[in-house]
């Protein structure tokens, strides 16, 4: 081996340390590209997480709100029936503790009452049906007799057991009748 031989050894070896340090540089910009990159989507992650919480957060408040909001109404409509009725009771007290009462007294009184009544569930919008003559509407009335009678119509009300009561389309009771064919 002659003495040029080392020489371009070491020339060979330095030529791949700077070929290998190229290949370094070359490769650091791609991870530092895939670097920001992830920090990117990392920051995307986080931000939608921080969004979604928010969105949870504000969806736990409207339930809770909502949920004040229905009790506070149910009692405000409770408050409402009774203060309706209240005055019903008063009178009904009054005639109860009248010193010297007579039977025709206290039919009067208890007739009073019972318009008080009515009008305390008309101001409610508390609706009554179930007359005798009525037609026969198995939404709106139970039917819990029935007779044979030629002179009347088919599915007529012919006698009414207890009124049905109703709120707009709502019914709170059927009316119970008997029905005739």
Not at 6 to 33: C, L, Q, Y
Not at 124 to 152: I, K, Q, R, Y
């Given at each position: ?5 080392p ?8 030529e ?9 540089e ?5 991870e530092?590209?895939e ?9 995307q992650?986080?931000?939608?997480k921080?969004?979604h919480l928010?969105?949870?957060a ?8 909502s949920?004040?909001e ?6 405000n409509?409770k408050g409402a ?14 005639a109860i ?22 009008t ?5 919008g ?24 030629e ?15 109703k ?15």
């Amino acid at each position: 081996m002659s003495k040029k031989e080392p020489k371009e050894t070491a020339e060979a070896v330095e030529e791949t340390k700077a070929a290998e340090e190229e290949i370094k540089e070359n490769d650091e910009a791609p991870e530092a590209e895939e670097k920001t990159k992830e920090e990117e989507l990392l920051e995307q992650l986080e931000a939608a997480k921080e969004a979604h919480l928010r969105t949870a957060a504000e969806y736990a408040n409207y339930r809770a709100r909502s949920a004040k909001e229905k009790e506070q109404t149910f009692s405000n409509a409770k408050g409402a029936v009774i203060a309706e009725i209240l005055p019903v009771i008063d009178n009904i007290e009054r005639a109860i503790s009248a010193p010297d009462s007579d039977f025709e007294s206290l039919k009067k009184g208890v007739e009073m009452t019972l318009e008080g009544l009515k009008t305390a569930l008309d101001k409610l919008g508390v609706e009554t049906f179930g007359e005798a003559g009525d037609s026969f509407d198995p939404n709106l009335h139970n039917a819990v007799m029935h007779v044979e009678d030629e002179s009347l119509g088919e599915n007529v009300i012919t006698d009414v057991f207890q009124k049905g009561y109703k709120i707009g389309d709502r019914i709170i009771r059927p009316a119970m009748v008997k029905t005739a064919n």
